[in-house]
């Protein structure tokens, strides 16, 4: 099956800085990838979804300001969090899809 | 809008027992239905889709419109299938998915 890749899988921030994620589609192109965030025990709620050469659409009650989302090619989009701050800590999937969804490993973020 | 219920969080099977993982849906189109499967430290995988119709693992899923359901069920669970089990609906013409809350399920021996 398609193959995405997120990177880094785990990142520890200081309260304030700004954390940067990939996400790679590594063996086909995606002009559109998904966003997603899961807190602990539950499930996966989508944040955005990105458009290659366009701007993201954002789920409502997501800050577009804090949550930037970056799509310059057909195989990578970038989620930036801003600003970060504790209640920010969660896991943060994309998602590109090819006759189905595929997803990357996630990332988990911690705000210290 | 669109809506995925799994009514359980929690199921727990012995080793060759049948298994039904239950969901619900609300879409007022024509939606695509999705199985993915979360086994530990692993990523989000698809398991089945409903317009393929095919059997993965044993796993099949047939999509009653006039329940709106789309049950995941196993003849002879094994140990292995012990895993989160999210169920998905899309919409047609996007691949935008909203994901049920899951269902863990245990296959003890």
């Known amino acids: 099956g398609a193959v995405v890749s997120q990177h880094p899988s785990r990142v520890i921030c200081k309260s304030g800085t700004s954390v940067k994620i990939e996400c790679r589609s590594l063996?086909?192109?995606?002009?559109?990838m998904f966003w997603y965030r899961q807190f602990p025990k539950q499930s996966l709620m989508l944040m955005a979804t990105?458009?290659?050469?366009?701007?993201?659409?954002?789920e409502q009650g997501v800050e577009k300001d804090k949550f930037l989302i970056n799509h310059a090619s057909l195989t990578l989009s970038t989620l930036t969090v801003t600003s970060a701050h504790p209640e920010d800590s969660s896991f943060y999937i994309c998602?590109?899809?090819?006759?189905?969804?595929?997803f990357g490993q996630g990332t988990r973020l911690t705000v210290v | 809008a669109q809506r995925v219920t799994q009514p359980e969080k929690l199921l727990s099977v012995f080793k060759g027992a049948p298994v039904e993982l239950k969901c619900n849906y609300s879409?007022?189109?024509?939606?695509?239905l999705f199985w993915y499967v979360q086994y530990s430290r692993q990523r989000l995988q698809l398991l089945l889709r409903h317009i393929s119709r095919e059997s993965i693992k044993g796993f099949t899923a047939d999509l009653n419109k006039g329940e709106t359901s789309f049950h995941l069920k196993k003849p002879f669970a094994q140990e292995e299938d012990s895993a989160m089990y999210y169920c998905a609906l899309s919409g047609s013409g996007g691949s935008r998915l909203t994901f049920g809350e899951g269902t863990q399920l245990t296959v003890n021996p």
């Open positions: 998602s590109a899809s090819e006759g189905g969804a595929f």
């Open positions: 063996d086909f192109q995606a002009t559109t």
């Open positions: 879409y007022s189109g024509s939606p695509e």
């Open positions: 990105s458009n290659e050469g366009s701007k993201a659409t954002y």
